[in-house]
């Protein structure tokens, strides 16, 4: 068996590594049609490649991409989700084959929690990943409550650095040869301190996108903006696209997405409760239930 990799053929590119077509060829007796005859059989599979270096995005790629994510989580935050683990990682991004405009998509609500369905839904874990968590969320004590939505907003400037700079905003150069924990204790200290460790000939030479990740990075999440209030911010709405613009609320007025959505979640939910139900056994509402219906009949 072997694997080839089309480097020629991109399927999607993050941050820290690029995605591409492979070919998984296959030792198994070949079938009519599915390879020229002589050749072994392959399968398609995606190929994740690491990059060995980070480094910033230039700025006409970096902009439109991180406009995309925050319509993404705009609208999350409308419809009262927070995703509580916004990291570079979970950004996919598909470059279309025919004109090389890139999408993004966010993904993996692992963590995520709906502010409007109850109140036991309200964030109040220390969830996420560390280089990207808020400075509320790193110190919360045990069962206080911290806005979902403003860590979001955090997490998000800390996307904008790496995307922009290529540094984490809180990790003087200076450290990067450190240990990892003390690394982790500078970016936490620095970040509760409001310290913001962008070189600063990176900063004064894109001064609007530093203002914007200054904001988004503001200690106290009460004077933090929302997302909301991000898509505001001139640099973020110089070239957005007109069909972007007003994305959130179109979609937000569509009954029949809203009505779909809140069908596939609660199948989900039916879902997961199921597969909970089957490994831990049924919860002792139900036990109880049951019990009662036994001794009425």
Avoid at 80 to 106: E, F, H, Y
Wanted: aromatic content about 6%; hydrophobic content about 45%.
């Amino acid at each position: 068996m072997r694997l080839e990799v089309m480097e020629d053929e991109v399927l999607g590119a993050g941050r820290s590594s690029t995605v591409f077509l492979g070919h998984w060829y296959t030792d198994e007796p070949a079938t009519p049609g599915a390879a020229d005859e002589g050749d072994a059989p392959w399968i398609p599979v995606a190929c994740k490649v690491l990059h060995k270096d980070w480094c910033q995005l230039p700025h006409s790629l970096a902009r439109p991409l991180f406009q995309q994510f925050l319509l993404a989580l705009h609208f999350c935050h409308k419809l009262g989700l927070s995703n509580r683990d916004c990291k570079i990682t979970d950004l996919l991004v598909r470059v279309s084959p025919d004109n090389g405009a890139a999408r993004l998509q966010l993904t993996d609500f692992s963590f995520a929690k709906d502010s409007e369905r109850d109140a036991d839904s309200n964030p109040m874990a220390q969830h996420g990943s560390m280089l990207f968590a808020a400075p509320e969320v790193i110190v919360a004590p045990p069962l206080e409550r911290y806005c979902g939505q403003k860590a979001d907003v955090w997490s998000a400037g800390v996307v904008l650095c790496t995307l922009l700079f290529g540094c984490h905003p809180h990790l003087p150069a200076a450290d990067l040869d450190r240990p990892q924990c003390a690394q982790l204790l500078a970016i936490i200290d620095n970040g509760a301190q409001g310290r913001i460790m962008v070189p600063p000939q990176e900063a004064a030479a894109q001064p609007d996108a530093f203002s914007l990740m200054a904001l988004m990075l503001t200690p106290d999440p009460a004077a933090r903006p929302d997302a909301a209030a991000v898509l505001l911010h001139p640099w973020l709405r110089s070239g957005l696209a007109s069909d972007l613009a007003d994305l959130n609320e179109r979609l937000l007025a569509d009954t029949n997405l809203r009505a779909e959505a809140a069908a596939k979640g609660e199948a989900m939910r039916a879902r997961v409760a199921g597969m909970l139900e089957r490994l831990l056994g049924p919860s002792s509402e139900e036990e109880g239930a049951a019990s009662e219906g036994a001794a009425s009949g």
